[in-house]
Structure formats: structure tokens, C-alpha cells
């Protein structure tokens, strides 16, 4: 069980010698601001938003690639502080990451034993038919088969799909108990997407892990995930089973999201109401609910109070942040959200 407690994550808008003569001393963008989830063991949880509501800073956090401002996160009941404090080696084979990028994320000038000997080699483990039969048995597992024919290859030789794959693999060959994947199929051709998420899916069961899906894209998220939260400005607005959310969303942005959708059908239209406006400067949230700039049911309570989570239709495993949840509009918009 992976359980995310009131993780944040702020920023100076300025820093350094800079921050003495600036106007803006003192100011920080909230990117993470008191996000809470929990994942079970063998679960994917997708954390969905459009870009720069602090999804991908959440997964850096939790990686460590970033620090956090507080908040903590305990992997199978142990909390991630002491256990960085304490060897961070044992953190980084607990926790790892697939990156957005395939092309980036990954040395050219490295071949892929090399780049899949790296992290057992880090962790201490030096025998070389130890490393050998892990790399294979891992290539495998990915779909790189025959796995022989891989390990001496460069990344310049394998496709985007392969190269996303060998990431998997680099990510997975230490068997982690935690997964983070940031936006895995965003840069990779259609025909090539719904693999990967056939494979990240396989690899959830067989290894019993917890996965962290991060993606702007609610359409792939009915395929993969057991549950959903949505994120709007450095919070989680609705978190809940993915049917839940899918069907009965409790907050207008989520509702906004689901009917933005594409629907590859014409005679099928959207009753949703679309949101207008940009997102509001982090710099300067707007008062009470971050939403209620671009929110169509906005009340004077909304400028004045910011929302806390609570049940949609009594549901308690289902949670949106909304004043008016049970008071919105009839909603339906079934059909089609799944692509
Ligand atoms: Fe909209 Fe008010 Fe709900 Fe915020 S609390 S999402 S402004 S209705």
C-alpha cells in the first residue's frame, strides 16, 4: 500500500541574491499543495490534469528528484523520510520512475546492457550471470524478445515503442513496489500506445505493484486505472473508483475534462459544459475555490470559502472538493468517454 500524506511542494517565484531587491520576495507557486492518496498494493491510480496543475512535480517529489516542502510517503506502512535518512539506496529500489520521454530518458551512447546492468549495479550486485539472467528475464517481460538479440543493441536502433519499453524494463528490473509513470505514451505513435498500457497493466499484476499514472489524457485512463484523481492547481479536486468519476463526476472540472473528450461519432454530441477562461496565476490564487474563475455554477461561497473533499451521492470512497456537488446539473455523458 503506497499512502501520500499532505505532500506540498512550493517554490519561490525568486531565489538567490535576487530575492533581496525583488518585489516578489517571498512569493511561491503552491505547484503541490496538501495532496493525499492512497494506492493499493496491485492498483493503478491515475492522477489526471492539463498541464501545470502539478502532476508531474507530484511524481518528482515522490521520486526524490525533487524535495519536498513537507508531507511524507509511506511504503507499506514505512515512511519514505526515514527510510531516504536511512539508506537511500533501499529508497530508490522501492520507488522508481518511466519518464515522458523515451528518447530523452535514456544515455544513446549506452547499449541496453548497459543500461539494464546500471541499477543492479548500483544497488551492489556485481555477479555478472546474476545481472545477465535478470536483464533477460526482464527484456522478456517487456516484450523485447528475443531478449538475446536486444543487449547489445543502441537505443538508436530500437523504435520509439522499444525504446519506451526498455525504460519500462530499466524501471522495473529492481522489482520496486511503488511505480511512477509520467505521461508513458504521450510521445509514441497511436498504433504503439494501447501496447504499453497492455504491457503497464500486465506488469501491475505479475509484480503486485502499485503504479502512479500520470496524464493529461482522460481518455486512456478508463483503460488502465482502478481509480482517478483530478488535479487543478496544485490540489486534488475528485479522487474516486474510475467508474465513479467517469460516470458521476462530482466537480465541474472534471465534468469540463470528460466533456472535452473527443467522440469519434457525429451524431454523438456533448450535453458538458466546457470551461472558459485560462488557468488563473499561481502566483496569486484567486480566493476561496481556485476553480471559481472559470466555473460556470460559481456562487458568492466559492469566492469566499475553499471547498473540502467530501462524499458524491454518499459514496465515501468517492471524494470531489465542491460546494455544489449534489446540486449540480444533470450530467450524462456515458457514452463515449472511453475511447
Ligand atoms: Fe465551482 Fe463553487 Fe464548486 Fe468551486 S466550489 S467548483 S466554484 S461550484
Known amino acids: 500500500m503506497i499512502d501520500v500524506i499532505d505532500l506540498k511542494k512550493y517554490f519561490p517565484v525568486v531565489s538567490g541574491i535576487r530575492s533581496l531587491f525583488s518585489r516578489s520576495r517571498g512569493k511561491v507557486v503552491k505547484a503541490v499543495d496538501s495532496v493525499s492518496f492512497q494506492i493499493e498494493t496491485g492498483q493503478v491510480l491515475g492522477l489526471v490534469g492539463e498541464s501545470g496543475c502539478g502532476k508531474s512535480t507530484t511524481g518528482r517529489v515522490l521520486l526524490d528528484l525533487e524535495q519536498p516542502t513537507s508531507g511524507d510517503i509511506l511504503i507499506n506502512g514505512e515512511s519514505g523520510r526515514a527510510l531516504k535518512k536511512k539508506n537511500r539506496k533501499t529508497y530508490y529500489r522501492r520507488i522508481q520512475m518511466i519518464f515522458q520521454d523515451p528518447y530523452g530518458s535514456i544515455n544513446p551512447q549506452h547499449n541496453v546492457a548497459s543500461i539494464l546492468s546500471r541499477p543492479l549495479m548500483y544497488q551492489g550486485i556485481r555477479d555478472k550471470t546474476i545481472i545477465r539472467d535478470k536483464m533477460l528475464e526482464t527484456l522478456d517481460r517487456v516484450g523485447l524478445s528475443p531478449p538475446e538479440a536486444f543487449l547489445e543493441k543502441y537505443p538508436h536502433l530500437l523504435s520509439g515503442g522499444q525504446r519506451q519499453r526498455l525504460c519500462i524494463g530499466r524501471a522495473i528490473i529492481l522489482e520496486p513496489e511503488f511505480l511512477v509513470a509520467d505521461e508513458p505514451?504521450?510521445?509514441?505513435?497511436?498504433?504503439?500506445?494501447?501496447?504499453?498500457?497492455?504491457?503497464?497493466?500486465?506488469?501491475?499484476?505479475?509484480?503486485?505493484?502499485?503504479?502512479?499514472?500520470?496524464?493529461?489524457?482522460?481518455?486512456?485512463?478508463?483503460?488502465?486505472?482502478?481509480?482517478?484523481?483530478?488535479?487543478?492547481?496544485?490540489?486534488?479536486?475528485?479522487?474516486?473508483?474510475?467508474?465513479?468519476?467517469?460516470?458521476?463526476?462530482?466537480?465541474?472540472?472534471?465534468?469540463?475534462?470528460?466533456?472535452?473528450?473527443?467522440i469519434p461519432d457525429p451524431s454523438?454530441?456533448?450535453?458538458?459544459?466546457?470551461?472558459?477562461?485560462?488557468?488563473?496565476?499561481?502566483?496569486?490564487?484567486p480566493s476561496g475555490c481556485r476553480f471559481h474563475p472559470r466555473c460556470p455554477y460559481a456562487e458568492n461561497l466559492c469566492r469566499q470559502r475553499e471547498p473540502v473533499s467530501a462524499a458524491v451521492k454518499d459514496n465515501p470512497e468517492h471524494g470531489a472538493a465542491c460546494f455544489l456537488t449534489d446540486k449540480l446539473p444533470g450530467f450524462d455523458l456515458t457514452k463515449g468517454h472511453r475511447c
Open 185 to 262: 505514451i504521450s510521445m509514441l505513435d497511436v498504433s504503439i500506445k494501447s501496447g504499453i498500457i497492455i504491457l503497464l497493466k500486465r506488469l501491475v499484476r505479475e509484480q503486485n505493484l502499485s503504479l502512479l499514472y500520470i496524464t493529461h489524457d482522460l481518455a486512456t485512463v478508463g483503460h488502465l486505472c482502478d481509480k482517478i484523481a483530478i488535479m487543478y492547481m496544485g490540489r486534488i479536486v475528485e479522487i474516486g473508483p474510475t467508474d465513479d468519476v467517469l460516470d458521476r463526476p462530482g466537480h465541474p472540472y472534471t465534468r469540463a475534462l470528460i466533456s472535452s473528450i473527443p
Open 268 to 285: 454523438i454530441t456533448r450535453s458538458g459544459a466546457p470551461i472558459s477562461g485560462a488557468i488563473s496565476d499561481p502566483v496569486n490564487l
